[in-house]
């Protein structure tokens, strides 16, 4: 029985260590350079996430111990910094990056062929697109994600033998919260957007008092049908269901 009781323990106590080790937060940030320290990268190469700096060199960005953290700049030498529990306890890492010094290679008259197809695609006339490792910055090339879309994909990932990150924020309800949270500002999105191109002519075909507008466009963006119709990118189309929500907007105001 003592045996059991014990090996029971160390279970418990193994669980915790593991959630703790895996658990991703967010950390501030501050970056000093001789120059502009806006718009630096911010790479989590272990984590798959992005960000950049702000006017003053600030930055925010999740991270779990022993992920790898790349900050970079075509100006500067890339640095990487590895997240110790240190880090992670204090919630802060603060970097000073190098100047880069560009010397020039040696220059060569004419093409010269290697039997090297990779050496000799470089010296022929093939173009390809520049991307961040031409101008000498190793970055992220996928879509950037929101911070709720980072969080969600922070609190959905882990490794070790026992993932247990996503399946704690399962349990907890964070997951499903993050993810309604993103559709939300999805929607939210696509109302501002579709309100700053169609409200003039809307209201010029069918006119709605000021103080009533903007309420207005959040009953539409409640309509299950907005989202996939401002996908469609049809104004036509979008401008033709507004007039249809507005007749049912402006009843349920006299109905009110």
Known sequence: ???????LFLILCLFKFVSVYCQ???IQGKVTASSDIDRIHIINKTANTFTITNDDGEFMISASINDTVLISAIQYKPLEVFVTPQIIQSKYISVELTDKITELDEV?????LTGDLLSDIENSNVKRDINFYDLGIPGYTGKLKTQSERRLHEATTGGGLVPLNPLLNWLSGRTKKLKAQIARERIDKAMKEVRSELSEMLFDIDNLEESKRIEFFYFVSD???FL???KAESDLVMLKFLQQKLEEFKTQLEKD
């Open 223 to 225: 309509d299950p049908n």
């Open 1 to 7: 029985m003592i045996k059991i009781k014990n090996t």
């Open 228 to 230: 996939p119709l401002s």
């Open 24 to 26: 991703s937060i967010e």
């Open 108 to 112: 060569v008259v004419g093409k010269i």
